[in-house]
């Protein structure tokens, strides 16, 4: 859910010299502060922005300023796959890129919402949103019952398609790619 709590978390911890990696003119890359793979991290833009639905097509050269960033990030780790996206629903009031390496080796990976905000239509790709700013001239997000029914997925390994019975056997499972 999108407390108070959680916004104020997100710009706070844009200044905490602690997780910030690094710092452009108008964006800026933490680690985040609960990882769920070896490398993750979130680009924000300096500019307050609540969520994809408040991105406008003047923002369309900050976004994809935002995932050059995250793929310069990306390659700093060359034995890792990267996946960048924007969850379609997001838990925090600044909008957040999220750079997240494909081994999902955390132990912050937890529950099946985890697992499915990163590997279902849950988590979008920069281009999908991109694309939509240019030819619409906004982002419409799926409903939240949409959102509920994709975090709700049957567990699904991300590059096989094996079904684990839970998450304790999607991360035996994930140890063997």
């Not at 602690?18 to 991290?41: C, G, N, Q, T």
């Not at 979008?124 to 694309?131: A, F, H, S």
């Given at each position: 859910?999108?407390?108070?709590?959680w916004?104020?978390g997100?710009l706070?911890?844009?200044?905490n010299?602690?997780?910030?990696?690094?710092?452009?003119?108008d964006?800026?890359v933490?680690?985040?502060k609960?990882?769920?793979?070896?490398?993750?991290?979130?680009?924000?833009?300096?500019?307050?922005?609540q969520?994809?639905?408040?991105?406008?097509?003047e923002?369309?050269?900050?976004?994809?300023?935002?995932?050059?960033?995250?793929?310069e990030?990306a390659?700093?780790?060359?034995?890792?796959?990267?996946?960048?996206g924007?969850?379609?629903?997001?838990?925090?009031?600044?909008?957040?890129?999220?750079?997240?390496?494909?081994?999902f080796?955390?132990?912050?990976?937890?529950?099946?919402?985890?697992?499915?905000?990163?590997?279902?239509?849950?988590?979008?790709?920069?281009?999908?949103?991109?694309?939509?700013?240019?030819?619409k001239?906004?982002y419409?997000?799926?409903?939240?019952?949409?959102?509920?029914?994709?975090?709700k997925?049957d567990l699904?390994c991300?590059i096989?398609?094996?079904?684990?019975?839970?998450?304790?056997?999607?991360?035996?499972?994930l140890?063997?790619?």
């Amino acid at each position: 859910g999108g407390g108070g709590q959680w916004s104020f978390g997100l710009l706070q911890s844009m200044n905490n010299p602690r997780l910030k990696v690094l710092e452009k003119s108008d964006h800026v890359v933490i680690k985040d502060k609960f990882p769920k793979a070896e490398h993750h991290y979130l680009v924000l833009p300096l500019e307050r922005i609540q969520n994809i639905a408040s991105l406008k097509p003047e923002h369309v050269p900050l976004v994809k300023r935002m995932v050059t960033t995250g793929w310069e990030l990306a390659d700093k780790h060359p034995t890792h796959r990267f996946r960048l996206g924007f969850h379609a629903i997001p838990s925090m009031s600044q909008v957040h890129l999220h750079v997240i390496s494909q081994d999902f080796n955390s132990d912050r990976l937890k529950t099946k919402k985890h697992w499915n905000s990163f590997t279902t239509e849950y988590f979008i790709n920069p281009e999908i949103i991109l694309d939509k700013l240019i030819s619409k001239g906004k982002y419409v997000p799926i409903s939240k019952v949409e959102g509920d029914e994709l975090l709700k997925r049957d567990l699904e390994c991300h590059i096989c398609q094996h079904k684990p019975k839970n998450i304790v056997d999607l991360k035996k499972h994930l140890l063997t790619h």
